[in-house]
DNA sequence: TCACTTATTGCAACAATGTTGCGTTAAAGT
DNA sequence: ACTTTAACGCAACATTGTTGCAATAAGTGA
């Protein structure tokens, strides 16, 4: 029932927190030195997000980006309501500090914020 | 080089004026009489995307939906910065009217908005 | 109205992303 | 060291969306 250390495991915790921007499964692949296998590195960041440790983000493309929560969003883990920016150049995802206002009509109840905003990044769009 | 009308996809357009939500393909193909090809049918969407006509929205399914743009967005039809809710109940996504309010630091190029809030609507959330 | 051009369609095949089942490996507890 | 079972790797599958290509049909002009 409980958790168990791995290799696999911490490398790729270790690898979310060096990176301070959120990868995706192959973007995971690409920076990792061993081989790890696909379905496990989707296993092991399912887990994270099961946990509180990171979250996951659906970006624009359609595809997973995973991030290392920071200590502030770990007692709800739930709703991430920062917002994120998909640099379609370079593609990064980044997490974007700073609340986000909206309205929403009465009887809604959020479980899930999920707000990408894409084009390019401060140094792709110098360029 | 012209568009032309054809019968596919006059009832596509018609069924996404008469739904006032965002539906993806299969929701489409659900609520259509006749039998229009999935390839078709996403053609078809890409070129009202294209056009102007609609807004495709990824929500944080990992799925595209597409609705019918408002007079208001005609004009510029790449950012969208209205929110979008999704129900994980009725599978529905709808159109939130009114501003997203956020703050970007200098020197981000927005293209596109990509905001989806999940949950229960007004209708599930009782139940 | 008929012929012509080519946008649109339908089918098959493919690509990418993510998940499930299952037998094997190896962490953690005793 | 032994046992338990979480985690792994492989194969297979599911879903969503796209591309190539031959067949069809919408618009145009004679």
Chains 1, 2 share one sequence.
Do not use: W
Not at 61 to 76: K, L, T, V
Not at 90 to 118: F, M, T, W
Request: charged letters at 30%.
């Amino acid at each position: 029932m409980s958790r168990r250390q791995t290799k696999s495991q911490t490398a790729i915790l270790q690898l979310l927190k060096k990176e301070q921007v959120a990868l995706s499964h192959d973007g995971i692949t690409a920076k990792l030195e061993q081989e790890i296998d696909r379905v496990t590195i989707y296993r092991i960041l399912n887990r994270f997000v099961e946990d509180g440790l990171a979250h996951r983000i659906v970006a624009d493309d359609g595809r997973q980006y995973f991030a290392i929560c920071p200590e502030e969003c770990s007692h709800d883990h739930k709703a991430h309501d920062h917002l994120h920016f998909r640099c379609v150049s370079c593609d990064r995802v980044e997490c974007v500090p700073g609340e986000v206002e909206y309205s929403l009509p009465a009887g809604y109840k959020v479980d899930n914020h999920n707000i990408i905003l894409s084009g390019n990044c401060n140094d792709c769009s110098g360029k």
